[in-house]
């Protein structure tokens, strides 16, 4: 028993996590439409960014503000460069330049600041905490105290800012954003530089985690489960998404792993989302798409 | 929408003459080709092209033509690579070119079944099937001996090399004709496919989505077919990467970044086009061979091979971004040889 | 099987929804075989989203559709084009980088009986089949007087050929009922003229059954054997054109409660 709930907890512990990604994702699927493959590249540079400049004696605040400083430069260059320029064309388009943007960033990114691993110390030990046998990570709760005070962060801004409602607006219905006059360029260079920060402090934690290298990029392959579970739409379909898929890669590698020979986690959650999919087409929370003939 | 320009009737037809002639050359050139190149260049660089074009041709079937997503190149071509090699260990009695048929049957029923998820799910959610098949692939071919028949180092290599129903072929020029033989032939049978109803049903599928069912195609089906040609080809494909070009693979030959490389090769050469695959192929190839060369002679003394991956990478990416701003239909169309024989191309809907 | 009797279409009590929004409500008609019968209404009035019930797109929430007697609420698409009910759409959903004829062959996709490998290796059968779909979709041209734009890229055409090919794509297959969303929109008098005449041949000629959305009153009041009238998702009124041109409440419908009141 003891051992399913530290599995059990550990593994929505870590979902917190790939719910962090996740929720970049969502801000720009619901503001302009596309998935952003690049998200990972983006998290792989604010995480090379921060620690580039660590590394050089720069201190740690002054690190974060140059770094949120260039992503939001990047989503401005990426909002006139690319969004703009592909408006109106097919979702599969968007998604193949999301896909060439994420070469473009991991290629700049690691030319400029190289390609070996590097660690990153945010000053948050990994020890264990101990609730009665279990066993929990800090880091983990940490990490998931952090998720909880970003998705409390964004719900303010998009429900109490005059931003957050244009927002929503945009995401609802551009055309007639477009007709009241909001500026849905500017929404846009906004919506992917707040995804750039949220990325950011994925980024960070993720790299204390596992190091600062290429593979951090990757997490948006774990995004993908996550979000067609919890659909693209939702922040809340995000958490929830997230916390299936980190509890369910957890119990499967450690119950029905053994019999397969174990290190099944790359791939487990990707089935467990085409399952879900053949369920609810539009997932948990996805809004489900009307089609128009 | 970028400016289309189309014509309002065929092509008046060349003069017979000249377009045998043409043909003729071609031909021509390509039989001869091993004599005229170099063995590096046989080697590094046109035996890679062949086969990246036909990888390439598979993918543009099922992405370009049918309009489904794939980043499971890589997958199928595993799957191709390794059933090739356990035919050949386990029935060695099959000529080679019938074990590449029976392996790449092997790889459609694969991409058959990773495609049934298609029928269902539409758009670029289809990507979570065939990431799935990459991931699930990349771990079943590491994870259990069979596979590799336990040597140590986790690869696959033909131990008695390439052969043509007897005949040796284990040398660049042998190489060459193999590739290019098959290549030549499922380039043919692809286009033959394209032409009919199959290629007829997948642009429905890719234009008309739902309307396409509605007029009668039956989609379902269709959809199938596409994943199971497609993965027919990239199977084949993958056993010549592995045994006419590298030797001896493993999974990282066939990783996720190669099902990217793919998908960039077809949306640089042109989605849903027959000569996409191959304008990509050559220009992917060609490639690292002219940094090289621009560094060379730019900046004196070659770059660190970190730095010039790096930079491929960054170039590539602007590359892609760049062709689906101003060219969707990729280097098919830029080189002005996208010919309007009155009806045939199609242009990939932007 | 088809039965000799009775109406070719009933639409009985369907009612359709979105998201909590009365697309359709509790609609009821019949169409009689070898009848043009007219849907109108203002839009929004859910007359597409019937056409889409009828394809097999959208499933009613409640209600019934009964074609030749075979009662079903939802049919998949290709079940619905097998059946013989043939599609117009309002986009015209076209391929516009191909022929015409390729266009028209498109059609007739569901009746192909040749597998994969007998396409890829150009075996005679594929030959042959391929021959004999061309020179039935050939055929279907002729009806529209397309015949020497066969081979012409769809995409160049003017808007009024291209409605043409999209008709004569729905009907390559033979079907029995044939549904057209707004066949006459974006056209020039002329042209719509053309149409509607194409529309009225095809009907007398191949004994098709013809249920067509369309706001050109005139033209409606003109090709029409039977008019329905939708407002809101609700039939308004349904009966011969004549009827249905001084019935008060189709005028309000269109022109607002006000026009209605003055005209009483």
Redesign the interface.
């Known amino acids: 028993m003891n051992m399913f709930l530290e599995t059990l907890i550990g593994g929505l512990l870590a979902g917190t996590m790939y719910s962090l990604v996740a929720i970049g994702f969502v801000l720009i699927y619901k503001a302009s439409g596309v998935f952003n493959y690049a998200q990972g590249s983006l998290l792989l540079f604010g995480a090379l960014t921060f620690v580039t400049l660590t590394d050089q004696g720069v201190p740690a605040l002054g690190a974060i503000a140059v770094t949120i400083a260039l992503l939001i430069v990047t989503a401005i260059a990426i909002e006139k460069l690319l969004l703009r320029p592909l408006t109106n064309r097919s979702p599969m388009t968007l998604f193949m330049a999301t896909l060439g943007l994420s070469y473009v960033v991991e290629g700049v990114a690691q030319g400029i600041m190289g390609s070996q691993v590097r660690a990153l110390n945010l000053g948050i030990d990994d020890l264990p905490i101990f609730l009665g046998d279990i066993m929990i990570s800090q880091f983990d709760l940490i990490a998931a105290g952090v998720a909880l005070a970003i998705v409390v962060v964004l719900s303010l801004l998009f429900n109490r800012t005059r931003i957050g409602i244009q927002l929503r607006g945009v995401a609802d219905d551009t055309r007639a954003a477009l007709s009241l006059g909001i500026d849905i360029n500017r929404i846009w260079q906004i919506v992917w530089a707040v995804a750039g920060l949220v990325g950011l402090v994925a980024g960070l934690l993720w790299g204390a985690r596992q190091g600062v290298q290429f593979s951090l990029s990757l997490v948006v392959l774990k995004a993908l489960p996550v979000l067609i579970i919890g659909g693209f739409t939702s922040i809340p379909g995000a958490i929830v998404g997230g916390l299936i898929v980190g509890a369910g890669e957890s119990l499967a590698e450690t119950y029905i792993g053994p019999y397969l020979g174990g290190g099944i986690t790359p791939w487990f959650a990707y089935v467990l989302a085409l399952v879900f999919l053949f369920i609810r087409p539009a997932g948990l929370f996805g809004e489900r798409q009307i089609e128009r003939v | 929408m970028s400016e289309i320009n189309l014509p309002a009737a065929a092509e008046p037809v060349d003069p017979v003459g000249l377009k045998a002639l043409g043909i003729a050359a071609a031909i021509a050139v390509l039989l001869a080709a091993p004599f005229l190149a170099s063995e590096y260049w046989i080697n590094a660089i046109i035996v890679p092209f062949l086969i990246l074009s036909l990888a390439g041709l598979g993918l543009n079937l099922l992405t370009g033509y049918a309009g489904q997503l794939s980043l499971g190149a890589g997958a199928f071509m595993m799957v191709g690579a390794y059933a090739t090699f356990s035919l050949q260990l386990r029935v060695p009695d099959l000529p080679l070119p019938l074990a590449l048929v029976v392996a790449g049957l092997i790889a459609g029923a694969v991409g058959l079944l990773f495609g049934i998820p298609s029928t269902r799910i539409k758009g670029f959610y289809l990507i979570v099937s065939t990431l799935a098949a990459q991931f699930f692939f990349e771990w079943l071919f590491l994870k259990f001996p069979w596979f590799y028949n336990g040597n140590s180092s986790a690869t696959i290599a033909l131990s008695r090399g390439l052969s043509f129903f007897g005949l040796e072929a284990n040398t660049p020029h042998g190489r060459y004709y193999l590739t290019l033989g098959i290549v030549a032939l499922l380039t043919l049978l692809s286009f033959n496919l394209i032409r009919g109803q199959t290629g007829r049903n997948w642009m429905a599928i890719r234009d008309m989505d739902t309307a396409a069912a509605v007029i009668g195609v039956p989609v379902f089906r269709a959809k199938l077919q596409a994943f199971a040609v497609s993965s027919f080809i990239l199977g084949i494909a993958g056993a010549l990467w592995a045994f006419a070009y590298l030797g001896s693979a493993s999974v990282q030959s066939f990783g996720l970044t190669r099902s990217y490389q793919i998908l960039f090769i077809i949306i640089i050469g042109g989605l849903g086009t027959i000569r996409g695959a191959y304008f990509g192929a050559a220009f992917v190839s060609l490639l690292p061979l002219a940094l090289d060369w621009l560094f060379q002679h730019v900046f004196g003394g070659h770059v660190d091979a970190g730095l010039l991956q790096n930079i491929q990478k960054a170039i590539f990416g602007l590359l892609i971004i760049w062709f689906l701003i101003k060219e969707p239909e990729g280097l098919a169309r830029l080189l002005g040889l996208q010919r309007a024989q009155g009806a045939r191309r199609r242009l990939f809907p932007s | 099987m088809t039965t000799s009797a009775g109406p070719a279409l009933e639409v009985r009590n369907v009612s359709l929804s979105?998201k909590g929004v009365k697309a359709i409500s509790d609609l009821s008609f019949q169409v009689e075989r070898r009848e043009i019968c007219a849907l109108i209404g203002p839009n929004g009035a859910g007359k597409?989203s019937l056409l889409?019930i009828l394809?097999?797109?959208y499933i009613p929430d409640s209600g019934e559709i009964v074609f030749e007697g075979e009662h079903f609420r939802r049919m998949?698409?290709?079940e619905?084009?097998?059946r013989g009910i043939?599609?117009g759409?309002q986009n015209n959903?076209l391929?516009?980088?191909?022929?015409v004829?390729?266009n028209v062959?498109?059609?007739?996709?569901?009746?192909?009986r040749?597998t994969?490998v007998e396409?890829?290796?150009?075996l005679p059968r594929?030959l042959s089949?391929?021959k004999a779909?061309r020179a039935r979709a050939l055929d279907v041209l002729k009806l529209f007087d397309l015949e020497k734009h066969a081979?012409?890229?769809?995409?160049?055409l003017p808007y009024g050929v291209q409605k043409k090919v999209e008709i004569a794509?729905?009907i390559v297959?033979k079907p029995r009922l044939l549904l057209l969303d707004e066949p006459l929109a974006g056209m020039n008098a002329a042209e719509k003229q053309e149409i509607a005449a194409v529309i009225a041949r095809l009907n007398r000629e191949l004994d098709l059954t013809v249920v067509l959305i369309e706001h050109d009153i005139g033209i409606v009041l003109k090709l029409a054997h039977h008019v329905v009238v939708l407002d809101y998702g609700r039939k308004l009124a349904d009966g011969p054109p004549e009827t249905i041109r001084d019935n008060p409440d189709v005028i309000a419908a269109y022109l607002g409660a006000q026009h209605a009141e003055a005209a009483a």
Do not use: C, H, W, Y
């Not at chain 3, 391929?95 to 022929?99: H, L």
């Not at chain 3, 062959?105 to 192909?112: C, D, E, F, H, Q």
């Not at chain 3, 396409?119 to 150009?122: Q, V």
């Open positions: 979105f597409s889409n394809n097999g797109v998949q698409p290709l619905a084009a097998r043939g599609r759409f959903a391929f516009s980088g191909m022929s004829l390729d062959i498109a059609g007739l996709s569901r009746k192909s040749v994969l396409e890829a290796f150009r594929a089949q391929e779909f081979e012409t890229v769809v995409g160049t794509r729905a297959a």
